[in-house]
């Protein structure tokens, strides 16, 4: 079953290692096949240097295994709290990597501060609040979802115009059309991360970058007009 997506997630889970986003087994990418509203996604715990497309699990909008013999990722009830919210999203990665989480670990916001963080999100990378004591000791990842969730729809943030998100205290989540597209756009928040707390230290009154730019850069990549790169 969805043999062939399975090979694509086992990649992108894989692309986690190549761009130096994970340690151990400290990060997940699932894809959904919106046909079938079927989701595969990493095992849970399973080494990096050991995985298989056939370790891939299968689970639908309900948390349940369709097929595979190991347990899915525990944090597979946020990954579908994310599908059944966003319905334009078909990849959702997970990762701690270092700056962003130090930046979710703050409780911050990634603020805008230049052009390589404006070709890719419209607007500060946001980190939805801590969850609470009830929220953690019932569902937890699921909850972490619906937290996320809240932010998005507070602030009004499209997820494919801000394509990631921070949590406090807990790391990043990121969204793509599917989920190679996840996967660059958390590697993507690690380097805007980086970029941003040095930033900082450089310059600790540094202001965001003018609205006009990031409107620029933005829609140059991804506006009606967008002209960069080659014509398909």
Known sequence: MLEALKEKVLKANL???????????????SEIDRETQLVVIKPSGVSYDEMKASDMVVVDLNGNVVEGDLRPSSDTPTHIEFYKAFPGIGGVTHTHSTFATAWAQAGRDIPFYGT??????????PCARSLTQAEIEGEYEKNTGLVIIERFRKDNIDPLAVPGVLIKSHGVFAFGKDGD?????????????KMAY???GINPDVQRADMFMME???MRKHGKNAYYGQKK
């Open 15 to 29: 692309d986690l290692v190549k761009h130096h986003l994970v340690l151990f087994t400290w990060g997940n990418v």
């Open 181 to 193: 597209g996840s996967v660059y756009n958390a590697t993507v928040i690690e380097e805007v991360a």
């Open 216 to 218: 620029k850069h933005y």
């Open 198 to 200: 040095l930033t900082e």
């Open 116 to 125: 390589t963080h404006a070709d890719y999100f419209y607007g500060d990378i």
